[in-house]
């Protein structure tokens, strides 16, 4: 089993530019989630899906689109780039039923100029 | 949604019991309690998790005091392979699932 698997690793975008943060898990889950890490603010909810063709916003979902076509991903789209989208960001997926736990990916770090 | 509270950082000496608090007092009683931890720039790894009642599991062990309005994780015997950013978090329900609320994290560093 592969886990969570982010792609890209890392990534620098310019202003204006627009961007698809891949995330895939082979896990079966049906719970999937984005967040961002940011210094000092922990990791912050950007968007979740309970399963395919479902999504929802979480706590900073401004800038971002997402979608759910497959069980297995959950892409991640900044439309237009900003400076303020610099950050961390991770994917995490879980069974998505009763009393489980998250599974996070490695990350992908980006960078907007 | 309730939130948490934990001190930024802590240190521990290897070989002794690391116990990192967390205030969550507006936590409701259906929403979980759980710990992760963060090593370098990493994706978080679960620890532990609980309702109300002691956990304890290979790694850890989770204390919730009788009210839930707080909670310790205790890392029973340090090492220096524990030095990492401990995060306390409270599982929402929402409608078919759960939403997570991380914390700002303890950063733990234990000293040889």
């Known amino acids: 089993n592969a886990g969570v698997t982010q792609t890209p690793k890392f990534q620098v975008l310019k202003t204006g530019q627009s961007m698809t943060l891949q995330c895939a898990q082979d896990?079966?889950?049906?719970?999937m989630s984005w967040y961002r890490q940011d210094p000092g603010m922990g990791l912050r909810l950007i968007h979740y899906?309970?399963?395919?063709?479902?999504?929802d916003q979480g706590e900073v979902p401004n800038g971002y689109n997402v979608s759910r076509s497959t069980t297995e991903d959950f892409p991640l789209r900044l439309l237009s780039a900003a400076p303020s989208q610099t950050s961390v960001y991770f994917c995490?997926?879980?069974?998505?039923?009763?009393?489980?736990?998250?599974?996070f990916g490695s990350g992908t770090q980006l960078s907007v100029l | 949604d309730a939130k948490t509270t934990q001190p930024p950082s802590m240190d521990c000496a290897e070989g002794r019991a690391a116990n990192l608090p967390c205030n969550h007092s507006?936590?409701?009683?259906?929403?979980?309690v759980y710990w992760y931890r963060q090593i370098h720039s990493q994706g978080p790894q679960y620890i532990i998790h609980?309702?109300?009642n002691n956990e304890t599991n290979e790694m850890a062990s989770l204390i919730i005091t009788e009210d839930r309005k707080s909670s310790t994780l205790i890392l029973p015997h340090a090492t220096l392979r524990d030095t990492a950013v401990y995060y306390c978090?409270?599982?929402?329900?929402?409608?078919?699932?759960?939403?997570?609320?991380f914390g700002t994290g303890t950063r733990l560093k234990v000293l040889a």
């Open positions: 978090i409270v599982r929402v329900p929402r409608t078919g699932t759960y939403k997570y609320i």
């Open positions: 896990m079966n889950h049906e719970y």
């Open positions: 507006t936590i409701s009683g259906n929403e979980y």
């Open positions: 609980g309702l109300k």
């Open positions: 899906s309970v399963g395919a063709g479902i999504t």
């Open positions: 995490a997926s879980s069974l998505g039923q009763g009393n489980e736990k998250l599974f």
